[in-house]
């Protein structure tokens, strides 16, 4: 399984940015969750939005309404619409894969809870 990520940039507060995850996976590209992450410290990943392979999406309390999470049709591409970006939106935003559906069903699951990832692409919100 490859991730690659990208789109990550510098914006100003209030900016846009789209990220994109291109994914080549070993079997059907239907049968994999994904998601995206970001860095929040040198150990944790924050669970920014997910898109489970039934087409549930869940979002991060801090990006609602903001992020919009999608995957093309042949679900071997992922986005992340980035509006109104704030400052505390800087990260290194990660996109991640598992193979069927997250154990956590309420919420972005854990980041345990995907076996695959990308090397990241780093966005930078300036006030």
Same mark, same amino acid.
């Given at each position: 399984?490859?991730?690659?990520?990208?789109?990550?940039?510098?914006?100003?507060?209030?900016?846009?940015? /789209?990220? @994109?995850?291109?994914?080549?996976? +070993?079997?059907?590209? %239907?049968?994999?969750?994904?998601?995206?992450?970001? $860095?929040?410290?040198?150990?944790?990943?924050?669970?920014?939005?997910?898109?489970?392979?039934?087409?549930?999406?869940?979002?991060?309390?801090?990006?609602?309404?903001?992020?919009?999470?999608? /995957?093309? @049709?042949?679900?071997?591409?992922? +986005?992340?619409?980035? %509006?109104?970006?704030?400052?505390?939106?800087?990260? $290194?935003?990660?996109?991640?894969?598992?193979?069927?559906?997250?154990?956590?069903?309420?919420?972005?699951?854990?980041?345990?809870?995907?076996?695959?990832?990308?090397?990241?692409?780093?966005?930078?919100? @300036?006030?």
């Amino acid at each position: 399984v490859q991730l690659v990520e990208s789109g990550g940039g510098s914006v100003q507060s209030g900016g846009s940015l /789209r990220l @994109s995850c291109a994914a080549s996976f +070993y079997y059907n590209s %239907n049968v994999y969750s994904m998601a995206w992450f970001r $860095k929040i410290s040198e150990k944790e990943r924050e669970g920014v939005a997910s898109f489970d392979l039934d087409g549930s999406t869940n979002y991060a309390d801090s990006v609602k309404g903001r992020f919009t999470i999608s /995957r093309s @049709s042949a679900m071997n591409t992922l +986005y992340l619409q980035m %509006n109104s970006l704030k400052p505390e939106d800087t990260a $290194k935003y990660y996109c991640a894969a598992t193979y069927g559906v997250p154990r956590t069903r309420i919420g972005v699951p854990p980041s345990g809870e995907y076996s695959y990832w990308g090397q990241g692409t780093q966005v930078a919100v @300036s006030s």
